[in-house]
């Protein structure tokens, strides 16, 4: 009996021995474990963070060259619009000018034809005084019947260019286009009307180009 006791109790210490080595290779081997799966770990977190430099630095460049890219777009943008803003500058102007030089060349001709037609009235005056003056025996004369058609075709081509009499007689006095150079008693206009007419005025393109010559009644 005291035989069979020993050897249970030889095989139990045989088996704590047995069992110590592996718990303590056991016990080992787990820090060791959790050492390698925290090195895994920072290797991994150093690898994402590496990946995402790595991508950082080449969106950088990308977004650096798009925006070179805009910044010079928006310089082109501003020479066109430069350039379009002075085309439109000097169209205006270049407008302008032939605008004026229209109006300047109106007014000189306009100054030019009055001229010409201050000189030619006191050629009609003179070819009235003459038909005027013409007997009524010889108002059937060649001569003077040719002298009247040339009278008359002066005054057409006047009138074509814009020339016309000023009417006077019976009319109310107007200072912008009759001349008053004496007063007269008259019992066939009221007063303040145009008796007689020495000179006849005429206007060009409603202008005064010479004022008519009046007597008004007082």
């Known amino acids: 009996m005291e035989d069979k006791e020993k050897e249970a109790v030889e095989s139990a210490d045989t088996t704590e021995e047995a069992k110590t080595p592996d718990a ?32 950082d630095s080449e969106e950088a460049p990308k977004s650096e060259k798009k925006l070179f890219k805009n910044k010079k777009k ?56 003459g038909l005027e003056s013409v007997s009524e025996e010889e108002k059937a004369s060649p001569f003077a019947d040719g002298m009247n058609m040339i009278y008359k075709q002066l005054l057409t081509e006047l009138e074509n260019m814009g020339v016309k009499p000023i ?17 007269v008693e008259s019992e066939e206009y009221e007063s303040g009307f145009v008796a007689a007419e020495m000179q006849k005025g005429y206007t060009y ?13 007082n």
């Open 205 to 217: 393109h409603d202008t005064v180009v010479r004022h008519s010559m009046v007597s008004v009644v």
């Open 74 to 129: 928006d310089k082109k943008d501003e020479k066109i619009e430069e350039l379009e803003d002075k085309v439109k500058r000097q169209l205006a102007e270049f407008e302008n000018y032939r605008n004026r030089t229209e109006k300047e060349k109106a007014a000189m001709f306009e100054t030019g034809a009055k001229s010409v037609i201050e000189k030619i009235l006191p050629v009609i005056d003179n070819f009235e005084r």
């Open 167 to 183: 009417e006077a007689v019976g009319k109310e006095f107007d200072p912008n286009l009759h001349n008053a150079v004496m007063q």
């Open 24 to 55: 303590e290779e056991a016990a080992k081997s787990e820090p060791e474990g959790k050492a390698e799966a925290e090195e895994a770990k920072e290797d991994a977190a150093k690898a994402e963070d590496k990946e995402a430099e790595e991508t």
